[in-house]
């Protein structure tokens, strides 16, 4: 199983990005979970999660201004990203519950992305 985050890249201040999240391999279920980010120097902190009855939460820096969406159908996650500021410049990671066969431990079938580097220029 692969965890494959995309979308990133360099955007003015103010601009607009829309990461991804898509799931590979041999797969039985797919539930997206999230998105982390880790900026340079700092440790990795929560950015916005949903659950499976669709309820979200979110950081404080980032309410009403980041939307995280999922399809699950498709075993894909999002995050789409307005307004952004330079503060919002890390590296992105998605996180999924990817099972490989029915009744798989949760502790066995956490996944993380690789990463997307997102970059806010002033």
């Known amino acids: 199983v692969q965890l494959q985050a995309s979308g990133g890249g360099l955007v003015q201040a103010g601009g607009s990005l829309r990461l991804s999240c898509a799931a590979s391999?041999?797969?039985?279920?797919?539930?997206?979970k999230g998105w982390y980010r880790q900026a340079p120097g700092k440790q990795r902190e929560f950015i916005a999660s949903i659950t499976a009855g669709d309820d979200t939460k979110y950081a404080d820096s980032v309410k009403g201004r980041f939307t995280i969406s999922r399809l699950n159908a498709a075993r894909t996650g999002y995050l789409e990203m307005n307004n952004l500021k330079p503060e919002d410049t890390a590296v992105y990671y998605c996180n999924a519950d990817v099972k490989q066969y029915r009744g798989q431990l949760d502790s066995e079938s956490d996944y993380w992305g690789q990463g997307t580097l997102v970059t806010v220029s002033s």
């Open positions: 391999g041999s797969i039985f279920s797919f539930n997206f």
